[in-house]
């Protein structure tokens, strides 16, 4: 068994697309046509472009208790995800001069610093450096 | 403030309110990033902070999740597979992660990335073309 997929919630797979690839720097990996319009798409990182891959999901869409859930985390701030970075400050400066939102700015929590940013699609996701 | 950040806070109370053994697990970790390609063991680190090395490896393990030994395994394969995609030889590639034996860090790269080094650089090289 092999950990290759990992899913985040979006309620528009279109605008995740853009925001996770024009803003984040994500890649594409699949993109590929269900029914109904919704699609199969899958995003890797430019350093791991064989590591597990990112599924932009359009449950909440189609499932209201995902909506119900999702908007939970939302208001309470909590990420729905994390990724590594190498520089959480410099990420952060990056990411706000291109408009994107943040929750928490960098702060050092012991043996890491992270920040959490809002993905526009109904997620915070968070960044995380390690010290 | 929000619910997470109010948790953040709670939980920088308790977990990390020794700032002394935050600084000194991140020296040890900076300290093995920098020289994971040279000879080291948990004497090697505790002479670098001066700590006992059983309260070095209880502080990692708390702070990090890992042995200071299982972190410099990490390091190494890591930085092996970049070596590897990057066209270094097996050998030279052992050594240069500061493996000291061919046979031990095949065994190991094997056990950790699922393929022997030449297989997995065979397998990028062809990738990549």
New interface residues.
Partial sequence: MRVTIMSIPVRDQEKAFQFYTKKLGFLKKVDMPLEGGNRWLTLVSPEAQ?GPELLLEPAPIHFEPCKVFQDALM?????WTGFEVDDVQGEYDRLTELGVEF??KP?A???VK?A?LNDTCGN?IQLME?? | M????QE?ER??GI??SNQGQ?DT??AI?NYIENNYDTELNLQVLSHFRFVSKYHLLRLFKK??GQTPKQYLVDKRIEKAKEHLRNGMKVTETCFAVGFKSLGSFSTLFKTKTGKSPTEYQKEQLS?SK
């Fill in positions: 064989d208001q309470a701030g909590i990420p929750s928490v702060t929590m012991g043996t992270i959490v915070n390690i010290l | 929000t619910f997470y950040e953040l939980i920088k977990v990390y935050v697990v991140i970790r702070y990090y990738r």
